[in-house]
């Protein structure tokens, strides 16, 4: 990986782009501190430096703003918007016939959906942002803080806080698509990297601060370990060989070649973890809104909320299951591959065309995803383990959404500069 960034600063067209998206990602970080003009800077400090921040309902969007949340920042909304609005259209595509036409078009299907897409997250932002606003008026965001993070909270200057958060997620779109254009990698999981990878340190420094720097190595070294065995899982995959058939058109004869179908271990990547977690907050959402002292809010607050319940982790671990099957099932549709295959006269060795295909292609597909969600759930569950044993919090940096993400798009990255390195490569030969 290293060998790869230094050949690529070497090349002057990739070293561009690697400065132009390093930019960008500096420009990223530098939002994430400005404070949304309505809020008191001194009093949001004064609040985190208290260790006021309980509110674990906010922590995946924390995670994924690199901590702009809780800063109450012009980013504080980060790309979490930007998510949901792909994870909702991506499954209006399988609802909805219209959309599933556009998936089918091509280009310019995919640039009509990129923008119901840009839509669409605007429209959570607002969302988002009101309810996020609401929260910080009401006190829930600190919890226990003696002075209020916005001082005054007339219409105007919540108004002005909403707007300002909303063109900050549409800003981090366009910074993401800046660097899908003219940097390197795709621009959005860059920056979720970004947000992602800024609260490693923080988050290993608590722990050698609360529970000693042996610890903390020891941590770390478990983290290393972790990361390898990361790494494994997502390039591991199960290749079904394809045979294409020779044919003769014109003079030419085309065919007679084989080639495979990749799937992966890990097809559904993090999405299961996220509808899990997201699914998980609903319960503790509505209680509080309700009233505390009430029996079944009470119950809520103990086996929800805090992470380390087993009741929680049995959830948490069975919805990861549960989605990794669902999130697949709709995204690779074993009747569309194997009627793609059949129409360019391909066939997988013993198995016939058509339908005993897609039925062969479904077997190893449930086959493949029982260890891939077996595998999101045990990462998923390091941070609430951590929870328990070191008194870590949430966002343990080792496990969970972070690490599947980190390792994902550092993966891919490094696998899109080598391309081009390659590319460049064979073009010097060439001449």
């Known amino acids: 990986m290293l060998s790869a960034f230094v050949r690529a600063f070497k090349t002057p ?3 561009r782009k690697l400065l132009f998206t390093l930019g960008i990602m500096a420009i990223f970080r530098l939002g994430s501190f400005v404070p949304t003009p309505g809020v008191s800077y001194s009093n949001v400090q004064q609040c985190l430096a208290a260790g006021e921040n309980s509110n674990d309902l906010l922590g995946l969007v924390n995670l994924f703003s690199g901590g702009a949340l809780l800063q109450l920042s ?11 609005a792909s994870i909702i259209t991506q499954l209006l595509t399988v609802v909805i016939p219209k959309f599933e036409a556009l998936k089918k078009e091509g280009q310019a299907g995919t640039s009509k959906l990129t923008q119901y897409t840009r839509y669409l997250t605007i429209a959570l932002a607002v969302l988002q942002s009101t309810t996020y606003v609401a929260v910080a008026r009401s006190g829930n965001l600190f919890q226990g803080c003696p002075v209020p993070v916005i001082p005054n909270d007339s ?19 366009w910074l993401g698509e800046m660097i899908t254009e003219r940097g390197v990698g795709n621009g959005m999981s860059i920056l979720i990297f970004t947000s992602i990878a800024a609260t490693f340190p923080t988050s290993i420094w608590a722990i050698g601060v609360q529970q000693g720097f042996v610890v903390m190595g020891l941590v770390i070294a478990i983290g290393l370990v972790i990361v390898a ?21 014109g003079r030419r004869m085309y065919g007679g070649t084989s080639t495979y179908i990749p799937m992966k271990v890990n097809m559904a990547g993090v999405i299961p973890v996220i509808f899990a977690s997201s699914l998980l907050y609903l319960p503790a ?9 009430s029996e079944w809010v009470i119950w809520i607050q103990n086996t929800l909320v805090a992470g380390d319940h087993p009741i929680y982790i049995v959830s948490y671990f069975a919805l990861i299951v549960f989605f990794t099957y669902f999130y697949v099932a709709i995204t690779f549709n074993p009747d569309e591959v194997a009627e793609n295959i059949k129409k360019v006269g391909g066939f997988i060795p013993g198995i016939r065309a058509g339908r005993p295909t897609a039925e062969y292609l479904d077997y190893v597909l449930t086959r493949i ?9 045990l990462v998923a569950l390091i941070p609430l383990v951590a929870l328990v044993l ?11 959404v972070s690490i ?10 490094v696998k899109q500069i080598e391309s081009q390195l390659q590319q460049r490569h064979y073009e010097g030969f060439l001449r």
Not at 229 to 244: N, T
Not at 287 to 292: E, I, M, R
Request: hydrophobic share 50%.
């Open 390 to 400: 070191v008194g870590a919090n949430q966002n343990f940096p080792f496990g969970g």
């Open 369 to 377: 995803t029982l260890p891939g969600s077996l595998y999101l759930g």
């Open 404 to 413: 599947l993400i980190v390792v994902g798009v550092g993966l891919d990255t």
């Open 74 to 84: 012009i980013f504080a909304l980060g790309i979490m918007p930007y998510i949901t």
């Open 285 to 293: 959402l509505v209680a509080q809104f309700n009233d505390a002292n």
């Open 229 to 249: 065995l990361v790494v494994f899982v997502e390039q591991s995959q199960r290749r079904v060989p394809v045979q294409y058939a020779k044919r003769m058109v």
């Open 13 to 15: 067209d990739l070293r």
């Open 155 to 173: 219409l105007v200057t919540i108004t002005l806080m909403v707007a300002t958060m909303t063109a900050g997620t549409g800003l981090i779109m």
